[in-house]
C-alpha cells in the first residue's frame, strides 16, 4: 500500500455478504490482487480459530466441539456492551478476550478436567454438549435474528483494490494475534511448557511441568483465542447464533490438514483453506468450495493422514 | 452379607440380579419393552381419573421417539459394539432419505425399493469411509472427525446439484402418483397410526440383529475390538474385516430411518437430514441408555426424546431441546457414563444391597 485514502463505500457490513459464510462484498475494482487480500484475511482468521482448537487438541488431547460456540459468545459479549454503552465495538473486543479465557477456564474445570482420563469420544461428546447449551442459550437470549456492529467503516483503497475498513481492523487483529501467540509459545518458560506438554505428556510431568495447571491454561487460552476471533468477524460480516458452526467445521479441517496439534500447521492450513474459500466463492458457483474444502481434507487424510506440518501421530 | 435392615426391596434385588444373569434374561425383558410399545398407541386413549397420557403425549412424539431409538439402535452396532466412534451417521440417515424420495419423485419408484438402494448405497458409503479411515489406522477422535466431514461432504454436495434437488430439496409426492393411494405398499398412509407401526417393526428387526450379533462370535469379536484392538489383532482376529463388516451393517440399517423420515414428513432437504444435529441425535439415546447394550438405545430414546419435546413445548422456546440434549449429554458422561441401564446396580450399590461393592458376580448390565 503506497497511499491510502478513504472511501465512502455506498453500504457497508453486509453487501451481498451471506451470514453462514465469509462473504466478498464485490466491488467494480475486484481484481486478483484483491481477492489476494481477502483471502489473506480470511486465513488469518481461520488461524486463529484452528490456532485455539489445535493447541488444546495437541496439549490435552481433547476435541473441543464448543469452540465455535465461544466464538460466538465473544460476538455477543462485544455487541451488547457496545450497544448497551454506545461505544465502538473496537474497545470491547479485549473485554470479550478476557471474559473468553475465563470462560474457558469455567468449561475445563466443570467439564473437562473431572474426565480427562476417560475415553477420547467422552470428551468430544461434553464439548458438544457445551455447544448445543451455550448455542441456545444465546439464541433464547438475543433471538436468532442476524445482527451487526453497529460500527461506521469506510474503505481503505489504494491502486484500484479497495479493502473495507472492517476488514482491515480484522486483519490487523488476527496478524498481531497471531504473532504474539508465536512469541508466547516459543519465547516465554510458559509457552515453552505448553510445547513441551503438547509434545510429551508424561515427559512435560517427569521434568516438573504442572501438567494440571498448563492444562486449565491451555484450555483458557484456547477459548480466548476463539474468542479473539469471534469478536472479529462481525467486522466483516453480519452474524447470528449458529454462525460458529461452519468456521467449527472448517477449524477442524484446518487442524487435520496442518497436522493435528501443530502450531505452525493451523497457520498454514489456515491460509490454504482461506485462499480456496475466497477464490472459490468468486469462481465457482454456490457452495461448491465447501465441497472442494472437504475433498481436499479427504486427500490429505488418504496421502498424508498426519498433516501438512505433523510429525508425530498418536 | 446382606445387612440387617436387609428390607423386601434388598431381596427384590437380589432376584433381579439372579434374574439378569440368565441367558433368557434380556430377550425376556425386551420381549416386555416391544408388548407395553404394542399397545402404547391404544393407551394414550385410556383416561384415568380425567387424566390421559395422550394430552401430554402425542403419537407424532412416539414415532419420532422409535426413529431415534432405531437409528440408535444401528449407530450401537459400529460404534458401542466395536468401539468405532461415528459423528456422522447423518451420511447415511441422508442417504436413505434421498434414495427413497429420488426415486420416486423422479422415476415413481416404489419407496420400499428405494429404500434399500438407498441402504445399499449408504453401507457402500459406509465400507469407503471404513476402508480409508481403517486404512490409516485413524482411531479415537481422529476417526469421529473423519465421519463427521463424511457426512458434512454430502451435504454440500447435494446443496449444489441441481438435479438432486439443490438445497430446497425435495416435496414427497402424493401416494397416487406412484401407487395406488395411500397404503402399506406406497409407504404412505392417511393417519399416523401406520407410520407408528412400520417404525416399531423396524426397531424390532434393527433389535434382533443386534440382539444376534452381540451373541456371536462375530460380536464377540466386535467387542475384542473394542476392547483392545492390537489384542484382537495379535490373537488372529482380522480387525479390518470384521470394522467393516460394523460400519456396513450399521449404515445399511440407519438408512432405513431416513428412508422412514423421508416418507413420514413432507419435505426433505440437505440442511435437514445431513444436519449437524441429526449426527447427535442419532448417537444420544444409545449415550444416554447405555453404550454397547441392545435394550440402552430404546430406553435412551424414550428419556431424551419425550424430554426434550415436553421441555420445549412447556417453556414455549425454540431451542430448550437443544439444550436439554446438552445438559443429557454433559450429565450423562460426566456422571453416567455407563448410562441408565446401569442405574439399578448402581441404586443397589447406594443402598448397600450388593455383598460388596466391586462384587464381580454382581451384574454388569452393559454386557446385556
Sequence with gaps: MVSTSILAVSSHLSPGIVATAVGVPLQSGTTIVQLLVFALLLGGIYGLVALGLTMIFGVMDVINFAHGALMVLAMYIVWSLSSASG????????????????????????????????????????????MLILISSIEIAFSPNPRSYNIDLGSVGAAGVFIPEGQLYALVISITAVIGMWLFLQRTQLGRAIRGTADNRSGAKFVGINIKRIDYLTFGLGAALAGLAGAAIPLIQRF????????????????????????????????????????????????????????????????????????KRT | MSSETGSSLSTV????????????????????????????????????????LGTRVSLGMLIVTLVWAYTAQSWNIMSGFTGQFSFGHAAFFGLGAYGTILLVSNYSINPWIGMLVGAVLAAL???????????????????????????????????????????????????REYADGPGLLAFQFSTDLPYYYVILAFLLIVTT????????????????????????????????????????????FTAWAGAFWAMYFDTIRPDTVFDLLINVEILLPAIVGGLGTVIGPILGSFIVTPLSEIARQSLDLPGTDRIVYGLLLVLIVLYSPKGVVSWPKRLADLLGWQDSPTDEDAVDETHN
Aim: proline fraction near 5%.
Design chain 1, 87 to 130: 461505544l465502538t465495538p473496537l474497545v470491547f473486543i479485549p473485554i470479550a478476550v478476557v471474559a473468553l479465557f475465563g470462560v474457558g477456564i469455567l468449561i475445563h474445570h466443570f467439564t473437562i478436567a473431572p474426565i480427562m482420563e476417560a475415553p477420547q469420544e467422552n470428551q468430544l461428546i461434553v464439548t458438544f454438549g457445551v
Design chain 2, 209 to 252: 440383529v443386534a440382539f444376534v450379533i452381540r451373541n456371536s462370535r462375530f460380536g464377540l469379536y466386535l467387542f475384542a475390538i473394542r476392547e483392545d484392538e492390537n489384542a484382537a489383532a495379535a490373537v488372529g482376529i482380522p480387525t479390518f474385516k470384521y470394522k467393516l463388516s460394523a460400519v456396513a451393517i450399521s449404515a445399511f
Design chain 2, 13 to 52: 434385588w437380589h432376584r433381579y440380579k439372579q434374574f439378569r444373569n440368565e441367558s433368557y434374561a434380556t430377550p425376556l425383558l425386551l420381549g416386555i419393552i416391544f408388548g407395553i410399545l404394542i399397545v402404547l398407541p391404544a393407551l394414550l386413549e385410556v383416561s384415568i381419573a380425567g387424566y390421559s
Design chain 2, 125 to 175: 458409503y459406509g465400507l469407503l469411509i471404513g476402508v480409508l479411515c481403517f486404512r490409516y489406522d485413524l482411531r479415537g477422535h481422529y476417526f469421529a472427525l473423519a465421519t463427521l466431514a463424511f457426512a458434512e461432504l454430502l451435504r454440500f454436495i447435494i446443496n449444489n446439484i441441481g438435479a438432486l434437488g439443490g438445497a430446497s430439496g425435495f416435496i414427497k409426492p402424493l401416494p
Design chain 1, 240 to 311: 447470528d447464533p449458529y454462525i460458529g458452526d461452519v468456521y467449527l467445521i472448517n477449524a477442524f479441517v484446518i487442524v487435520v490438514l496442518g497436522g493435528l496439534g501443530s502450531f505452525p500447521g493451523a497457520l498454514l492450513g489456515g491460509m490454504i483453506i482461506g485462499f480456496v474459500q475466497v477464490f472459490g466463492q468468486f469462481y465457482l458457483p454456490g457452495s461448491v468450495y465447501q465441497v472442494m474444502i472437504f475433498m481436499i481434507f479427504i486427500l490429505v487424510l488418504l496421502l498424508r493422514p498426519e498433516g501438512l506440518l505433523g510429525g
